[in-house]
């Protein structure tokens, strides 16, 4: 079906400023472009924004935007803004590399300015730093005793303190996705948009979708892509990451069982795995001299199963097994000065959205068991580094809760049924919470994310974008196998 914009039609996008929304108070109203120093062809400029919402007058900082603008001016529809994953992406990596601009349709460029930013924290827009030295020491998340459990906690408290005060502006306490939505506001007013048209990926789904529930009657188009579900405790978080990792690894050991051409064909990929499993306890598996603990492993694995990459990974792990065993020594520092807040080290971010507690050394415990029960070969996820760098934080300002939009145009979601990190169950959950507000479209294959997977994903998701076309209820796209 199809839905009235309510905004400017092709060829007709109104000039900044005109009739447009205002943006929240205390935002510049103005981005002053420049072509970017990494590439000319792509715009850059700042926006500065409060780093307390709740004080508009108080302390500001640029928040850096890049863009490139629409390829066929006379069929523009407006601006998009895509938000960054992570946490802890740079949207402004994402316009200024040309390699990553290939993520986007030449369709959808002809008809937007494509605009993304620095999430606050991140990258260029007053980054979260944090000194390297301590980060180098960052303990496992994978917890074996109290002590360790204890340190853990410990050392949480001194590298957040040691954060805090390496970071410009007092910014790190206000780091939170909330506001970040009042951020993307500003961007919407000052980009001259009187509706958002957004597209969001794995983390950047959250912002979206927190963007609809405070800002219903300002969204054009919504489309989240890998989605997050925020509505999750401790139990069900663990719970879910576990299981949608576990289905992505039985899908490479399937395909490896069917295809020649998988360096583990004819092998038992199971067994396989258990013993590198087994020598990483040990401390005897190493890659490029690095020692590989259990979790590095898993999350070795993890990396290639989100395009997936499943040739890369057999290879990988074929290499591995054929390794000598032996002692390893881990690597070293690899700094002394402070470190800005970049995929793991933006774990502030992540910390002011949940609240993960476990009850203890005890309860932990409980929870590593239970993970080992649902996903028996990908034991040790990623997802526990969650709760192990959130462990001992302050209550978060943006804690989880069930998503309430209210008089929205209708939101996409899309995800893809095997995603190893935001899982079709995520994506499920949530179309339950938005109900007649968003309509689920299924892709059928592999990999953390849809539109980069399938012609057929790309094009309902273009078509939505554009035309504000959205699929009928239960639109499915057939899976497409990687090649990789």
């Known amino acids: 079906m199809e839905i009235a914009s309510g905004a400017p039609g092709p060829g007709e996008a109104a000039a900044a400023g005109e009739g447009r929304v205002p943006g929240p108070p205390g935002a510049s109203p103005h981005i002053e472009w420049k072509p970017c120093q990494e590439d000319a062809s792509a715009e850059c400029g700042p926006l500065s924004v409060p780093v307390d919402w709740s004080d508009p007058g108080g302390a500001h900082f640029d928040l850096q935007l890049a863009r490139r603008k629409a390829t066929d001016p006379g069929a523009r529809v407006g601006s998009m803004v895509f938000g960054p994953g992570g946490p802890g992406d740079s949207g402004v990596n994402r316009i200024t590399n040309a390699v990553n601009m290939g993520r986007f349709s030449d369709n959808l460029r002809s008809r937007f300015d494509i605009v993304s930013f620095d999430p606050r924290g991140v990258g260029l827009s007053n980054p979260i730093l944090c000194s390297q030295k301590l980060l180098d020491r960052r303990p496992s998340p994978v917890m074996k005793s109290r002590a360790e459990f204890d340190a853990t906690a410990k050392y949480n408290r001194a590298l957040r303190a040691d954060c805090r005060k390496n970071t410009e502006n007092g910014l790190f306490d206000h780091v939170d996705t909330l506001s970040m939505v009042k951020d993307l506001d500003a961007v919407r007013a000052a980009l001259g948009e009187k509706s958002l048209t957004f597209h969001g990926s794995s983390y950047g789904t959250l912002l979206g979708e927190q963007y609809a529930e405070e800002y219903p009657k300002r969204v054009r188009a919504v489309a989240l892509e890998a989605v997050v579900d925020h509505s999750l405790g401790t139990r069900e978080f663990l719970t879910t990451q576990a299981a949608t990792l576990q289905d992505s690894f039985d899908e490479f050991v399937a395909w490896c069982e069917r295809t020649e051409s998988c360096a583990l064909h004819g092998s038992d990929v199971r067994a396989l795995w258990a013993d590198l499993l087994e020598r990483a306890e040990r401390g005897e598996l190493s890659d490029d001299g690095r020692t590989l603990t259990p979790f590095d492993l898993n999350v070795e694995v993890m990396k290639r199963l989100y395009d997936p990459e499943w040739r890369r990974l057999g290879t990988l792990l074929r290499g591995l097994a054929e390794s000598e065993p032996g002692a390893t020594q881990a690597a070293g520092t690899t ?27 005890q309860g932990y415990a409980r929870e590593l068991r239970r993970v080992g029960r649902i996903a028996p070969d990908m034991k040790y996820p990623r997802s526990l580094m969650s709760v192990s760098a959130c462990l001992g934080a302050p209550e978060p300002d943006n804690p989880q809760h069930r998503l309430k939009v209210r008089g929205s145009r209708p939101i996409l979601l899309t995800n893809s049924i095997h995603d190893p990190a935001s899982g079709y169950n995520w994506a499920t959950n949530v179309a339950k919470q938005l ?20 012609p057929c994903a790309e094009e309902t998701v273009d078509a939505y974008l554009i035309s504000l076309t959205v699929p009928p209820r239960g639109a499915r796209c057939p899976a497409v196998e990687p090649v990789g």
Do not use: R
Request: charged share 15%; with cysteine.
């Open 335 to 361: 700094g002394d000065g402070p470190a800005p807040a970049l995929g793991e080290n933006a774990f502030e971010i992540f910390c002011q959205d949940w609240s993960l507690p476990v009850s203890g050394y």
């Open 435 to 454: 109900g007649s507000d968003a309509v689920l479209h299924t892709y059928e294959g592999w990999g953390h994310g849809t539109y980069s997977s399938s």
